[in-house]
């Protein structure tokens, strides 16, 4: 599984930026994909999973309300929609798959499988 993901940039604070995130076609759509991040000079951190149907969601308390996960299966893309963006959001943010038949909309790194190369987001204040 190859996962490619898009869409970083800069953006002033306020504004909106939408990641997304192309999978490979050996893709499977029962797969829980998630986003996560990596501040400079910090660890990376969970932001968003969904799962297989794209009906369950779990956010990161400290993106809840302002950034939306999504998938469209027939497209093999995930889908991060960030709104009303902070500095703080500034980060490389990563997609990954879950390349088991789990459930679970884990929130740790250790639980994916498959990640793709990083798309930079920077947020000016």
């Known amino acids: 599984v190859q996962l490619q993901a898009s869409g970083g940039g800069l953006v002033q604070a306020g504004g909106s930026l939408r990641l997304s995130c192309a999978v490979s076609k050996r893709f499977s759509a029962s797969y829980v994909m998630g986003w996560f991040r990596q501040a400079p000079g910090k660890e990376r951190e969970f932001v968003a999973a969904?799962?297989?149907?794209?009906?369950?969601?779990n956010y990161a308390d400290s993106v809840k309300g302002r950034f939306t996960i999504s998938r469209d299966n027939a497209k093999n893309t995930v889908n991060l929609q960030m709104n009303n963006l902070k500095p703080e959001d500034t980060a490389v943010y990563y997609c990954?798959?879950?390349?088991?038949?789990?459930?679970?909309?884990?929130?740790?790194?250790?639980?994916?499988?498959?990640w793709g190369q990083g798309t930079l987001v920077t947020v000016s204040s």
């Open positions: 969904i799962s297989g149907s794209g009906g369950s969601l």
């Open positions: 990954a798959a879950d390349g088991t038949w789990s459930t679970r909309l884990s929130d740790r790194e250790a639980d994916y499988d498959y």
